[in-house]
């Protein structure tokens, strides 16, 4: 009797403290498809409060997308049909198993959630704004320059269009963002992890590194 009463506690107790561990914010940083490739299906962000499961697929957070839920070790729609089976690998690193197709056969594709978290800083959005930031990659320059056309006047007529490649910082709760958009459009968003008036760390780059580092432009 003590044993079966034993088990039942630690069983309560590990659900809960499952369940704590999945609370939060989970942002998309990367799909693997099969043969060893790394896909990117745009923004998509899990809010998990308590078993329940939010969907986005747009930073604004402003439609769910669905409405899901934890029951065990899967994800399942509200009519508790199968979503997608998940593993904790640790507190900041979530993976879903989603059945699908790849060339027209059946696979299951990996996707892995990274905890949103809070970006270090001591700064304002309108205060990151005025500064300028680079990185080097591969002997390659990619400047940070916000709020500003970054297609001259030339190449908007050319492809006539009123707005070209701009680059704006966006926030969620207490994250902010790196948001690019094409032709009026937001095209994607990176998580800043810190930012200071000398640097800019980005993580969860999209098939990419989990962090890359900007330094201030002089």
């Known amino acids: 009797m003590r044993a079966g009463i034993l088990f039942i506690f630690l069983t309560i107790i590990f659900n809960s403290v499952n369940r704590q561990n999945l609370n939060g914010k989970w942002l998309l940083k990367e799909v693997d498809t099969g043969n060893n490739k790394k896909g990117y299906p745009g923004f998509q962000l899990l809010e998990i409060k308590d078993s329940i499961v939010k969907f986005y697929t747009d930073l604004s957070l402003e439609k769910t997308m669905m409405n899901l839920k934890v029951l065990d070790n ?38 892995d959630f990274y905890r949103l978290e809070p970006t270090i800083t001591t700064l304002k959005i309108e205060d990151i704004e005025k500064l300028n930031f680079v990185i080097v990659e591969n002997e390659r320059e ?49 998580p800043i992890k810190e930012v200071t008036t000398e640097l800019l760390k980005l993580y969860a780059i999209p098939t990419g590194p989990m962090e890359m580092t900007a330094y201030r432009k002089k």
Do not use: P
Not at 153 to 182: A, C, Q
């Open 74 to 111: 899967q994800i399942v729609t509200t009519e508790k049909k199968k979503f997608a089976e998940y593993k904790v690998v640790n507190e900041k690193h979530l993976k879903l198993f989603i059945d699908g197709k790849s060339n027209d056969e059946d696979a299951v594709f990996e996707c």
């Open 142 to 190: 990619t400047e940070f320059i916000f709020n500003k056309e970054l297609w001259d006047k030339e190449t908007l007529e050319l492809f006539k269009r009123k707005e070209g490649e701009k680059k704006i910082i966006e926030k969620i709760d207490s994250t902010f963002f790196v948001s690019m958009y094409y032709d009026g459009k937001r095209n994607g968003s990176i």
